[in-house]
């Protein structure tokens, strides 16, 4: 079976520093990770995935993830956060491709401070 | 490119009530389709989903139904509405065979 825990359910930075989202798994496989943002009453936008080639993983908005199967973590970071950052951020496992494999973290919200 | 769509965007309706909710994805052929809900503050719960016309695999045991007349068209029904039905419903798309799904805007359904 396949777990994801966000570790933080809120987090808040001050706009121009740095953004680290938390994020452990657990999976029987070698996983897929990703990591989607929502904004309010929006659908989930994906951020970045990692599927088993470069651990260090750069996605859109200038998001990027690091895959450390040690630590089984999946990290989100970005060195300098904007206002237009302030949404909902999901870490999402995936053993198998298509169907039902997908399973999501409970969130992350994340407040970004003038 | 690929585009996904969902309406109602929003909808009230009252207990007991039949439920119709509409996804359709343009752009690509034999997508694997999804039903997801969002209840308030909590994550995403799978509901149903679909690996190609008239395949439908539920997940969790409830009042909703889903059927996929076409091959890019997904609908989501309910003959009586209840209260726990309230929630933002989201519908996906993914290729075959691959991980990542992709989402469409959401609809907002509160049941009164």
């Known amino acids: 079976a396949q777990s994801v825990t966000q570790l933080d359910s809120h987090v808040s930075v001050s706009e121009g520093t740095p953004v680290l989202l938390r994020c452990n798994y657990s999976s029987s496989y070698s996983p897929s990770l990703f990591w989607y943002v929502q904004h309010p009453n929006k659908g989930l936008q994906l951020l970045l995935k990692y599927t088993s080639a470069a651990t260090l993983v750069k996605g859109i908005n200038g998001f990027e993830a690091e895959f450390k199967k040690s630590e089984t973590s999946f990290h989100l970071t970005k060195p300098s956060a904007h206002m237009s950052d302030a949404a909902e951020y999901f870490c999402?496992?995936?053993?198998?491709?298509?169907?039902?494999?997908?399973?999501f973290g409970s969130g992350t919200r994340l407040q970004v401070q003038p | 490119s690929q585009t996904i769509h969902q309406w109602p965007v929003t909808l009230v309706q009252p207990v007991g009530s039949p439920l119709s909710l509409e996804c359709t994805v343009e752009?690509?052929?034999?997508?694997?389709l999804y039903w997801y809900r969002q209840a308030a503050g909590r994550g995403l719960q799978l509901l149903f989903y679909?690996?190609?016309?008239?395949?439908i695999s539920s997940e969790v045991p409830q009042n909703l139904s889903a059927s996929r007349p076409q091959d890019r068209q997904f609908i989501l029904s309910s003959k009586k509405l209840l209260l726990s039905d309230s929630g933002f419903y989201l519908c996906a798309w993914s290729r075959q065979g691959a991980s990542e799904q992709y989402f469409g805007p959401g609809t907002r359904l509160t049941v009164t």
């Open positions: 752009g690509t052929s034999n997508p694997n």
């Open positions: 999402v496992v995936s053993d198998g491709p298509g169907r039902r494999a997908l399973t």
């Open positions: 679909s690996v190609g016309i008239g395949q």
